[in-house]
């Protein structure tokens, strides 16, 4: 059965199916228009379908569902909701839910059964005054089931009860290249049940957290506030994720939050982003206080793992939208390939070395290629590639080249030699060493592309004599004359056309201090 291309106005409910068995199966459910904005016209449900199995729901708009208050009775409100397996529920627009009162149902996209598929959904705008119950934007409850895709922000509770981006009970299941923005509560004295998180583990074993982005930047008033939760389960799979939580008040803080605190419990967590306005994490209780985590080395000894994550401020395009707008130093390129998840929530490839972390891959390069210390992974590289040195890399012996961007990770050097060129369109990022010889060249060519790491330049002149000078032309900024010339500051001068008229036709003299501009 197909219900598909129908607009519903002034109803209560939008689409309600019912089987009689699991027999029931092969609803689709397409490209529907349900909703109102008049608020005494609005439906208090979206798309409901009870007992049925292979169901898919693809391509619809709900746009104004609410429950008002003082409503008689207990009628069930929500966005999409499913009870049966294989279910498919992909590419809707859910958003301007209002839940003013009531103790019922509070979730924007409900799936209960396995082997469910939750996808490229956008849900914005919810929020539940109920004092007795919270608010999922999706809960999934069942067993292998996958979550990608999805857009999830502005949701919220006013009251002291819970409110999550996802939600997620069962076992096998996969979340991966979702985002998820400004979730809150106003928080209460049980984190478990009364505080805003981004993503929200009840229960299960062998769940796994791949590539996702969560921003937390609304206040709520107290309690706990984190972007990941982890209340119960084990053989957690945690890997290239962004957690951000930049509320500033109120709540106790933190990017992750786990109630576990066995670290066998966590097959993999490493290669994440956790950033915190007050703590990093919580392990175990946040009313003992020696369990909050204020930094990434304290986290990391707590879990035993997450020696490859990073606390860095990632640059959003906005608080709404969880791609990225610019190159941020320590940030790109710091995720792990895994294998299966080759693109990010846009569809573009991954890098197949080094991927970012979060949703969204952000590159100004087009192709990745490592040097390995013997030879390039993807072709020598180009003005297009972007490159990361894993070994130590010299032009005397491998040649001049031109790329995109360079990292040189850390313990690795690249040495340019006398009579040879790098020359790098964009950003130059130095974990280990890069030292120019006398004669090399190190040339970046946009004006606005930044370089991060210690990089010496070696200059060697013959011997001065009285009279003698010699000119500098590589720039420096923000560095003491000093370094020039070996500490010999009465032998430096600087050029100021100023101040031409002096007695020394505008040479000026540079004490050892002085800051170069």
């Not at 997450?306 to 401020?313: F, H």
């Amino acid at each position: 059965n197909t219900i598909e291309n129908n607009q519903f106005v002034n109803v209560k409910q939008g689409i309600w199916v019912t089987g009689n068995s699991t027999a029931n199966s092969g609803w689709e459910i397409r490209n529907n228009t349900i909703g109102n904005s008049n608020n005494n016209s609005k439906p208090y449900y979206g798309i409901y379908l009870n007992n049925t199995t292979n169901a898919t729901v693809t391509g619809n708009v709900l746009d104004g569902i609410r429950r008002p208050n003082g409503l008689g009775g207990s009628p069930s409100f929500g966005g999409i909701y499913i009870f049966g397996a294989n279910a498919v529920v992909t590419s809707n627009t859910v958003k301007n839910l209002e839940n003013a009162t009531g103790n019922d149902t509070n979730i924007v996209i409900y799936v209960e059964g396995n082997t469910a598929v939750i996808s490229d959904n956008n849900i914005e705008s919810a929020v539940t005054n109920s004092s007795s119950i919270g608010l999922n934007a999706i809960h999934v409850k069942g067993n292998n089931g996958t979550v990608n895709g999805n857009e999830i922000y502005t949701i919220r509770a006013s009251d002291s009860k819970l409110a999550t981006g996802i939600y997620v009970e069962g076992n096998s299941n996969t979340l991966y290249n979702n985002m998820v923005s400004n979730v809150s509560s106003a928080g209460g004295g049980d984190p478990s049940s009364q505080g805003g998180y981004g993503i929200y583990l009840k229960s299960g074993t062998g769940n796994r957290l791949y590539y996702n982005s969560v921003l937390l930047k609304t206040n709520q008033s107290t309690g706990a506030s984190a972007c990941l939760y982890i209340d119960a389960g084990a053989q957690f799979d945690i890997r290239n994720n962004v957690f951000v939580n930049q509320q500033t008040s109120g709540s106790i803080r933190f990017a992750v939050y786990s109630n576990i605190t066995n670290q066998s419990s966590f097959t993999q967590i490493d290669y994440n982003d956790y950033v915190s306005s007050q703590h990093i994490g919580s392990w175990g209780s946040y009313y003992t206080t020696t369990n909050r985590r204020t930094s990434l080395a304290n986290w990391q000894t707590s879990t035993g793992k997450d020696q490859n994550s990073i606390s860095v401020t990632p640059d959003f395009v906005s608080d709404t939208d969880l791609r990225l707008e610019s190159e941020v130093t320590n940030f790109d390129n710091e995720g792990v390939v895994l294998s299966g998840f080759s693109s990010d929530i846009d569809g573009q490839e991954r890098s197949t070395t080094t991927p970012d972390m979060g949703a969204d891959e952000f590159s100004r390069c087009s192709t990745t290629t490592a040097w390995s210390g013997t030879a390039w992974s993807n072709g020598t590289p180009t003005a297009t590639s972007s490159v990361v040195l894993n070994g130590n890399y010299n032009t005397a012996t491998n040649g001049s080249f031109v790329c995109c961007e360079l990292r040189v990770k850390n313990n690795r050097t690249l040495t340019i030699a006398p009579h040879t060129v790098v020359q790098v369109e964009n950003g130059i990022d130095v974990e280990g060493a890069l030292d120019i010889a006398d004669g090399g060249s190190l040339v970046q060519i946009s004006d606005t592309a930044t370089h991060n790491g210690n990089i010496t330049v070696k200059r060697k002149t013959t011997p001065l004599k009285q009279y003698d000078y010699i000119y500098w032309s590589s720039p420096l900024k923000n560095q003491p004359a000093h370094v020039l010339v070996n500490n010999a500051p009465t032998w430096t001068f600087k050029y100021d056309p100023m101040q031409s008229g002096n007695s020394d036709y505008g040479w000026v003299f540079v004490n050892e201090n002085d800051i170069l501009v």
